[in-house]
């Protein structure tokens, strides 16, 4: 049995990031408690949250090397599907860089994607909508970001679905983001949603955030100068994960 | 106008929903073949370093029914206390150990598993140590923001009396929330989202 090793930085002429994160702002990420969620209701804790500043323990987190990723993992079109097909729907890429709050490109970020197929059905033993299974789309894709932070990945639009809450409350098509940082303080899960999709201010998962300027920095627009002429259209997503605090003529503390 | 400070804000967190398991654990989820096995499911080897143990327990939500459809992910030190990350500059830490595994609950019983070793102690910032412990962050359909909190072992009494972060914990009595029972090499770790047990969870 093996195990990963012990990474070494992704571009080993970059110094290793070592420094505190920003606090988060937890007015700009939704609430635990968002009744118009229901699941959120029995699910989200009541006590408030031990604040403290990071130790090395949130400071530090796992990175992953290039070496893990398949040739086809960043194609959701073909890495399902049977040799010679495809899967179907409308061709997209989804491209963007991951970022930092303080603007800088986040190297060697593990992202990992899924998303419904074009009929909005998942392919999940706990999904019931009627819409049918496309037997060559998996959905699920991965990518690690290149030295300027850069990501691609090659799929299907997902359609949007029907979801047991209200009595007819539908998820805009989105396409759902993990991102690992340099650090487990900045592990995060999102949505990626599309430019001018009518579904998305109705949506009580999107309106878990309150701040529409939050919303919008999950909105990805049409960019028609990535588009492949004959052949997808392309999607700009953008990622920004929490800064590291500038350590800039501070004193440095024993074993700190 | 002054300048422009050129910040970004961190990207909103939307909950990973009830099929999270595609995009973080596919061959769980019976979508074999795009990878050939889900990343975190080991963190050891038959070299590595350390006391063998086992973490095992289950998600709660508020009506006391266990979370089926949770992915937890832990992050710990190595047996001597160094972490497996490029951020880690005081040291080498053991070449056969992870630090980090993944582990979605039994769709059943919602119980998680991890088989791993006891990590040492890290310095805590400003000076002194940190009692053992592992970080855990759990996403699940449900929870809008991914939750922190971290697993303290319940045989380091002399550690935990003395850890920063638990001597924090206000009313003392929720300190027991993170602390994870033993039975030989195996620990029991159950996490209560809501409730008079809720667990304490952390704002990192």
């Known amino acids: ?256 | 106008m002054p300048q422009p400070l050129g910040s970004l804000k961190e990207t909103p967190s939307q909950t990973g929903g009830p099929y999270v398991h595609i995009g973080l654990v596919p061959n769980f989820c019976d979508i074999a073949g795009v990878w050939p096995t889900d990343l975190g499911a080991s963190m050891v080897n038959t070299r590595t370093l350390g006391e063998r143990i086992t973490i095992t327990g289950r998600v709660f939500d508020g009506l006391g029914a266990a979370v089926t459809d949770c992915i937890v992910e832990i992050w710990q030190a190595d047996a001597t206390g160094l972490y497996p990350s490029p951020s880690e500059t005081r040291g080498s830490s053991d070449p056969n150990f992870a630090g980090w595994g993944r582990c979605p609950a039994n769709a059943e019983t919602g119980e998680y598993r991890f088989e791993t070793i006891k990590p040492g102690r890290v310095p805590y910032p400003g000076g002194g140590l940190q009692a053992p412990h592992i970080s855990l962050w759990i996403v699940a359909r449900g929870i809008n923001l991914g939750l922190n909190t971290r697993l303290y072992f319940a045989d380091e009494a002399v550690a935990n009396a003395e850890d920063p972060i638990l001597r924090r914990i206000d009313p003392p009595a929720r300190r027991a929330t993170l602390t994870a029972a033993r039975a030989g090499a195996a620990y029991s770790f159950d996490i209560h989202l809501q409730g008079p047990r809720e667990t304490v969870f952390l704002d990192i």
């Open chain 1, 1 to 256: 049995m093996n195990v990963p090793r012990p990474p070494t930085p992704p571009f080993a002429n970059e110094p290793p990031e070592t420094g505190a994160f920003f606090a988060r702002d937890r007015q700009w990420h939704p609430a635990a408690l968002t009744p118009a969620y229901k699941t959120s209701v029995l699910r989200s804790p009541q006590k408030a949250l031990l604040s403290f500043g990071n130790t090395l323990s949130e400071m530090t987190g796992p990175v992953f090397g290039h070496n893990i990723l398949g040739d086809l993992d960043n194609d959701l079109i073909h890495n399902y599907a049977r040799p010679g097909e495809a899967a179907i729907g409308p061709r997209i890429i989804v491209h963007g860089k991951v970022l930092d709050e303080r603007a800088r490109p986040v190297p060697g970020v593990l992202l990992e994607f899924w998303q419904a197929n074009a009929g909005g059905r998942y392919r999940h033993k706990k999904e019931g909508y009627l819409a049918a299974l496309d037997p060559n789309f998996g959905g699920c894709g991965r990518a690690i970001t290149a030295a300027d932070g850069s990501y691609a990945l090659r799929t299907i639009k997902p359609g949007p679905y029907p979801w047991p809450n209200g009595v007819n409350d539908w998820r805009p098509a989105h396409i759902h983001f993990s991102i690992f940082g340099s650090g487990f303080a900045q592990r995060l899960i999102t949505q990626m949603y599309f430019e001018g999709d009518p579904l998305i201010p109705l949506c009580p998962i999107v309106n878990t955030i309150k701040d529409p300027a939050a919303i919008e920095q999950l909105i990805a627009p049409l960019d028609m100068a990535a588009t492949i002429p004959m052949d997808a259209t392309a999607y700009k997503f953008d990622i920004v994960l929490r800064g590291r605090r500038s350590t800039l003529f501070e004193n440095r503390l024993e074993g700190n």
